[in-house]
């Protein structure tokens, strides 16, 4: 059953605790997620010029291991060519 759906049959006509359980219960399971969408995202989308730098350096690593486990060639600007 959904969260707010339980919350509402739970305290039927009360809709302020209705709510205040919901959003309780409800944050609880979302905030551990945003905790890990926030990490992902500084690394995505690094602030500073040496974040941005290793965060290049690294997915250009990580293509060239890919290619070359799939066994391609790659072109002289590091992207995976026809083999």
């Keep these: 059953m959904h969260t707010l759906a339980a919350e509402l049959a739970a305290t039927p006509g009360d809709h ?3 709510f205040r359980r919901y959003e309780s219960v409800h ?3 979302v905030g551990p997620k945003q905790r890990h969408v926030r ?3 500084s690394l995505l989308v690094p602030a500073t010029r040496p974040g941005l ?4 350096l690294g997915a250009r690593a ?3 291991a890919t290619a070359v486990r799939d066994g391609r ?3 002289p600007d590091g992207a995976a060519g026809m083999s």
């Design 62 to 64: 990580w293509t060239a």
């Design 16 to 18: 302020s605790a209705t």
């Design 27 to 29: 944050r609880t399971r």
């Design 39 to 41: 990490r992902a995202a």
């Design 73 to 75: 060639r790659q072109g």
């Design 53 to 56: 730098t290793t965060r290049n």
